[in-house]
């Protein structure tokens, strides 16, 4: 069954798991980290199951997670789970929640936003690939929300002068 089929969460529920995961962010970064911040979220839409921060440059919160949760839940359980997570997936951590089995994803803002904040930082460089784009060239239809207009301005926030003061 396709995660689509069951109902979603609430907008108040993204808005409350979204800022979730900005807490996340903002406990990365304040361990010197990139301020990403990801969560897994039960079929309930209100359990967290697990938390995750950026780590570095190649372990990305989102990726870091999905292999976590591969390895700790069955995938029929994952296909009815969320991956709740700051900003648009990259494609690296797209491949990996899709291969988690992972079935839906929900970002705050896009890649698009983030590349308008980082510009070509070397920390940072962006690629221009949608996740949508990398789910839609694989064998099961993921669902993806995002991004959540109502809370982007704050999750652009967080990272407001963060990229300006790295080097």
């Given at each position: 069954?396709?995660?689509?089929?069951?109902?979603?969460?609430?907008?108040?529920?993204?808005?409350?798991?979204?800022?979730?995961?900005?807490?996340?962010?903002?406990?990365?970064?304040?361990?010197?980290?990139?301020?990403?911040?990801?969560?897994?979220?039960?079929?309930?839409?209100?359990?967290?199951?697990?938390?995750?921060?950026?780590?570095?440059?190649?372990?990305?919160?989102?990726?870091?997670?999905?292999?976590?949760?591969?390895?700790?839940?069955?995938?029929?359980?994952?296909?009815?789970?969320?991956?709740?997570?700051?900003?648009?997936?990259?494609?690296?951590?797209?491949?990996?929640?899709?291969?988690?089995?992972?079935?839906?994803?929900?970002?705050?803002?896009?890649?698009?936003?983030?590349?308008?904040?980082?510009?070509?930082?070397?920390?940072?460089?962006?690629?221009?690939?949608?996740?949508?784009?990398?789910?839609?060239?694989?064998?099961?239809?993921?669902?993806?929300i995002g991004p959540v207009a109502e809370?982007?301005?704050?999750?652009?926030?967080?990272?407001?002068?963060?990229?300006?003061?790295?080097?």
């Amino acid at each position: 069954m396709s995660p689509a089929a069951e109902d979603g969460p609430s907008l108040q529920q993204q808005v409350a798991l979204l800022r979730r995961a900005d807490a996340v962010a903002r406990r990365a970064m304040a361990m010197g980290r990139h301020p990403f911040g990801a969560v897994l979220v039960a079929p309930d839409h209100e359990t967290v199951l697990a938390e995750q921060g950026n780590i570095d440059t190649v372990h990305h919160a989102e990726a870091t997670l999905a292999r976590h949760a591969s390895l700790n839940w069955p995938a029929d359980f994952l296909w009815r789970c969320t991956l709740v997570t700051t900003f648009e997936p990259c494609a690296m951590c797209a491949g990996t929640i899709y291969w988690a089995h992972i079935g839906r994803v929900m970002f705050g803002a896009s890649e698009e936003a983030l590349l308008a904040l980082t510009g070509s930082h070397p920390d940072n460089p962006t690629l221009s690939l949608p996740c949508r784009e990398v789910f839609a060239r694989g064998q099961k239809q993921l669902t993806v929300i995002g991004p959540v207009a109502e809370v982007q301005g704050e999750l652009l926030q967080t990272h407001q002068g963060f990229w300006s003061t790295r080097s």
